[in-house]
């Protein structure tokens, strides 16, 4: 999966962090004349109880936006089920949205160093950073076995005693995201439950335990990288959905199992970017095909919408 520069099956970083894509994204529609709006949560999508037609969408603070085409960027769950009103929406296919696997047992963490990470398994030290720092790391997953073990206890409501961890750090290729000498480092951290089953994770003391554990695993692989840590940011599956909208904290808008792709996803009969409200679209990673960051499921969409602006 993936391309970049005309290669498949590779990915690069993105200068000045994620952010950027984002970034993109808003000047080329300013340029094409859009208005953004930001600060603006949505309360409700507005629909015609009679018609079963968008209407628009009313703001939290009062404020009612008039459009016979609404695109909902949020997952289905959150479109469907907190957003649209239930009573214009077909039990079947309400049903569906609300038993979906919006599970997740993933947590980000952000880590900033005073020193890149040295591997006990690489001979040469490269404090500007060598080959070794500019892929995606992984530890803790030396066997089917350890992977097997962490998931199992992350079922069980405990997170993982030895996570799975993938690394990357940008700011080796990238230098426009930290200060000379230091360096970003995120870790993609599996497994840990959105609910555990002893403690909270609104608890500073079971986040930093875990944070600990998850820097001490490494400290194995490349030594005194914990003493390197000189600040971290923590996003657990709670606080994913909480900051970012995410159900479950599910950063894919959903599992991407095969009984959730292609014709399934978000619903059966409900791929093609329309949804049970005329004018109301989903083009999200909850809609074909699914997560990353790749813009597909909202070209697609936006396809869709023109398509159907023309028939009328």
């Known amino acids: 999966m993936g391309e970049t520069g005309g290669q498949r099956g590779v990915w690069a970083y993105v200068e000045g962090g994620m952010g950027s894509v984002s970034s993109a994204i808003s000047k080329a529609a300013l340029e094409a004349g859009v208005q953004i709006v930001t600060n603006a949560e949505v309360s409700q999508v507005m629909v015609d109880e009679n ?3 968008v209407q628009g969408v009313a703001l939290v603070d009062g404020t009612e936006l008039h459009s016979s085409v609404v ?5 289905p769950y959150k479109t469907f089920v907190d957003l649209v009103p239930a009573n214009t929406l077909p039990e079947e296919f309400l049903c569906a949205i609300k038993t979906a696997d919006y599970s997740s047992a993933t947590t980000k963490i952000n880590v900033a160093v005073n020193a890149l990470p040295q591997f006990r398994c690489c001979k040469n030290i490269n404090p500007e950073g060598g080959p070794e720092h500019m892929g995606t790391i992984h530890i803790g997953s030396e066997s089917m076995e350890e992977i097997d073990i962490a998931y199992k206890e992350a079922a069980g409501g405990f997170s993982s005693t030895r996570p799975v961890i993938e690394m990357t750090i940008p700011s080796v290729l990238d230098k426009t995201i930290s200060p000379p000498g230091q360096h970003v480092i995120n870790l993609f951290v599996q497994y840990t ?3 555990l089953s002893e403690g909270s994770w ?3 003391a079971v986040r930093k335990s875990f944070a600990e554990r998850c820097f001490s695993l490494i400290d194995e692989y490349a030594p005194h990288f914990s003493s390197s840590v000189i600040g971290y940011d923590m996003l657990t599956p709670p606080d994913l959905e909480r900051e970012f909208g995410l ?3 599910n950063i894919f808008h959903g599992a991407m199992g095969l009984d959730s792709l292609f014709l399934m996803r978000p619903a059966k009969g409900w791929s093609d970017y329309r949804t049970p409200v005329k004018g109301l679209y989903l083009c999200g990673s909850g809609a074909h095909p699914g997560g990353g960051v790749m813009g597909a499921p909202g ?5 869709v919408v023109l398509d159907d602006l023309k028939a009328r």
């Open 299 to 303: 070209r697609n969409a936006a396809a």
């Open 247 to 249: 159900t479950g904290g």
């Open 193 to 195: 439950p959105y609910k």
């Open 71 to 75: 695109l909902s960027n949020a997952t």
């Open 51 to 53: 018609t079963g037609k």
């Open 202 to 204: 609104q608890d500073p």
